[in-house]
């Protein structure tokens, strides 16, 4: 996360391009607003899962057998 | 006043305060401390510019986790490391000073002390705006929350940046080409008098001040302080913990994420704006499992054999929804880990002096960290409808998480941000430096950059740093005026 080399420095090996595209504030937030209250939220006591070949799923995922 | 000891030695000098290390911690130490009319001597090691030459003087032994070579990671010229920073910035949170259940009794001082210095650092670093709220979730997740991240667009060099004032600065004299060999303890007081630095050309100089700052970055201040100690009877700093705690932020792939309908639910790692919404942990998750602090993003993957993998566990139609996803990746707290260490290596440079060992360990509690982020952001996805995480097995199985580095391959397992190695205490028994940054053992020796640091949070350190610089110059400030 920390940087690009500067012209004529030794390769860093670090990553982190600086921004490139400005977005604003309010349009990130807005994007994780409108895509979380198009759900409905579980409680998180409610919230049951399992891991099934790695996939983190709500236990209701899998009442439906696999591929149907 | 510039001055390259390679070209001949300047003969004594005299200063009030001697700054070692032409960086972002001690440029800002220099000029800060100059505007208020004190004489200072900056002594940089390396050249003007980065050189493969000076490099050299930064190889060492990587023999912990760290994939990233020393010499790499850092860069011996002025403007030090700033030659190669992306420019991001974030103010540590303010439970980051007080994390008593990762540092034992936490830092010495909190975000209030660093506050005051927040807008000044932020246009030190070219950073137009570094405040902001964060906010909580629109599915009021206790757990996570949304944080903000600022960037210096283009990020600041702090040689080209503050070259010219500091040639323009008369009681400012910066020697370049002049690496610290050696300190000369008064054995009456304990305090340095003298430090002398040479160039490999045969030029030298000795500068005598009253208060002497290290700035060379994290591993250089270590190593500088391990030879020291060799040439002082461990006097410098007999502290046992010096060297130690060394922490970088674990930067890590934790899995794919397929989502349902267009939901966007983490920005892009590749386009970020000013400033960025992240998702990142929220305190009270931290305290409640004991984990190191996160934050997490996403990169672009093709999504068709995610969906593949999905449409083995899930439902068809549960399938037909999703839209798009993305790698998930993080930024995490390390644990501080005492076995997590700056030593001095069996092998010497040109001037005959060790270079530097580093070995930086993880451990389970890292490892479980990096499991919890992901499950976190999973939990969220199901939550919130956004869609389903695939966690990368090596997260799961919680071992050893950088070895089975998966991320983008720009992105290696440490993120280049060394920190700790001479924590701040609150007693001499618990740390190396002070709250003030100074070392315990030396009445007049301080520390400038991330090796005071006790705990990083998910931070980008630079911020932090640049405000730690500034209040150490007050505080020293504050010394040269009471004598």
């Known amino acids: 996360m920390s940087g690009n080399s500067a012209s004529g420095a030794p390769r860093s090996g670090l990553s982190s391009a600086p921004p490139v595209n400005r977005r604003s504030l309010l349009s990130g937030t807005a994007a994780l607003v409108v895509a979380s209250v198009s759900f409905t939220r579980r409680p998180t006591s409610e919230l049951r899962t399992v891991i099934v070949d790695g996939w983190l799923l709500a236990s209701t995922d899998v009442a439906t057998p696999p591929g149907k | ?483």
């Open chain 2, 1 to 483: 006043m510039i001055i390259d000891v390679a070209k001949g030695s300047p003969g004594p000098v005299t200063a009030d305060v001697c700054v070692m290390g032409g960086g972002v911690a001690g440029i800002t130490v220099a000029l800060r401390l100059a505007t208020k009319g004190y004489r200072v001597a900056l002594i940089e090691a390396g050249p003007a510019a980065p050189s493969t030459a000076s490099q050299e003087f930064y190889k060492g032994e990587n023999v912990g986790t760290e994939n990233l070579r020393v010499d790499e990671t850092r860069l011996r010229a002025l403007g030090g490391s700033s030659n190669h920073w992306g420019g991001w910035c974030r103010e540590l949170d303010a439970y980051d000073f007080n994390r008593t259940d990762l540092s034992g009794r936490g830092w010495p001082i909190s975000s209030s002390d660093l506050a005051p210095y927040l807008d000044q650092a932020a246009a030190i670093l070219g950073v137009s705006s570094a405040t902001g709220a964060d906010l909580p979730l629109a599915s009021s997740d206790e757990n996570l929350q949304t944080i903000q991240m600022y960037f210096a667009v283009p990020p600041t060099r702090f040689g080209e940046r503050y070259g010219a004032a500091l040639s323009a600065t008369p009681n400012v004299g910066v020697f370049l080409n002049a690496a610290v060999t050696s300190a000369e303890r008064d054995a009456d007081t304990g305090r340095i008098a003298a430090v002398t630095a040479r160039s490999l050309a045969g030029g030298s100089l000795t500068c005598r001040a009253r208060f002497f700052v290290l700035a060379f970055g994290t591993v250089e201040n270590i190593r500088t302080l391990l030879l020291w100690n060799r040439l002082n009877g461990g006097l410098i700093s007999p502290s046992d913990d010096l060297g130690r705690y060394y922490m970088q932020h674990l930067h890590q792939a934790l899995g794919e994420f397929a989502t349902i309908d267009g939901a966007t639910p983490l920005p892009p790692s590749n386009s970020p704006g000013n400033p960025t919404v992240f998702l990142a942990s929220t305190e009270k998750v931290l305290r409640e499992k004991g984990l190191g602090a996160f934050r997490l993003y996403s990169a672009e993957i093709n999504c068709d054999a995610l969906v593949d993998s999905l449409r083995g566990v899930v439902s068809g139609a549960f399938c037909s929804a999703v839209t798009g996803g993305g790698r998930l990746l993080a930024t995490c707290e390390q644990r501080p880990n005492r076995d997590s260490r700056i030593s001095l290596a069996a092998v010497d440079d040109a001037f005959g002096q060790s270079r530097v060992r580093l070995d930086w360990e993880i451990d389970t509690g890292d490892a479980h960290t990096l499991l919890e982020a992901g499950l976190e952001f999973g939990r969220y996805l199901i939550r919130s409808g956004l869609g389903r995480l695939r966690i990368n097995p090596d997260v799961l199985a919680g071992g050893e998480p950088l070895r089975g580095w998966t991320a983008l391959p720009s992105a290696p397992g440490a993120a280049g941000h060394q920190l700790g190695g001479a924590r701040m205490s609150r007693e001499p028994s618990d740390g190396v430096t002070d709250s003030n940054c100074r070392l315990w053992a030396t009445g007049n020796l301080y520390i400038a950059g991330g090796a005071v640091f006790r705990t990083s949070g998910h931070a980008n350190p630079t911020l932090t740093i640049t405000q730690l610089a500034l209040r150490l110059s007050d505080e020293l400030d504050r010394r040269l005026m009471t004598g």
